[in-house]
DNA sequence: TTCCAATATTAGAATAGCTCTAAAATTCGT
DNA sequence: ACGAATTTTAGAGCTATTCTAATATTGGAA
């Protein structure tokens, strides 16, 4: 998926020299990473000067395009995931990487992951409907 | 457990009145309270003032203690919890309302949580250590 | 008891992450 | 080319949290 202005069409967002290169950066980072990564990695490659406001414009509209996915990790800013698929993340306690696991891998239970990964702990949000009392 | 200076005491924290009516706000709420609501709740219940940096300190010294449990949800503040138990939560997206899932509801699977739950989707975040690459 | 040192609390300043505002620039159909 | 719609911009504003530095409270030694 390397051209930008198709990727950008596919999703129905007009195709604009910021949004490319935003997007482009997003694609090719497998670290998630936050606004202003995105803000400073990208502001060079640009001839004009970048506005944070567009950088977090340019995200929220592509997050609501379904191009992109935010996720909130822990604390901390937004991080944004070009990968769209159904997947959770392994985070490394030590060093702080995110990893993605496939949703598949989780529901075929948890601490199954692979000989790569040790888990610690890990949490689990559900996010539904309840008739619950309180 | 409604002596807030044994629980206090216990988890190695002294006892002052403003960490006794913060701590008494969390415990009696089911919640999941945010600092500000915390400090709208207890603020009034002081005789002197209270200031936010306090709230911030006392509960910031309680999760140090393990006392409280501090848990980011989505986006948006910290919430506090006096369920120190392992557990994971299910938001119920219409009211946003915060529930306690034991940990072993989940192990024993996800989606099985009882009738009075309906997920929509649950998004799993593993904390630990890795060999992979990248 | 009165000190004193350690700790806790305070108000407000500072910082971080993000959104809003209103003006300027760009785009695009006519 | 023109004008409406959209995008971008700089900076102000807002929210959540921490920091600062001064004041208050505590609890143990003298
Ligand atoms: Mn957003
Ligand atoms: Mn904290
Ligand atoms: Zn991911
Ligand atoms: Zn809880």
Redesign the interface.
Known sequence: MENMEKFLQKHNVKPTPQRMVIAQFVVNS?SHPTADQIFQGVAEQLPVALSRATVYNTLNTLVQAGALKEV????GP?RYDANINDH???????TG?V?D?DADK??A??PE?G??????????????????A?
Chains 1, 2 share one sequence.
């Open positions: 497998k909130y990790l822990e604390s937004a959770h993340h392994f985070i490394d306690v030590k990487k990893f696991i989780v529901k239970l948890a992951l000989a790569g990964f040790k888990v610690h702990h890990y949490s689990v949000t559900f996010f539904g409907e309840s008739k619950a309180d």
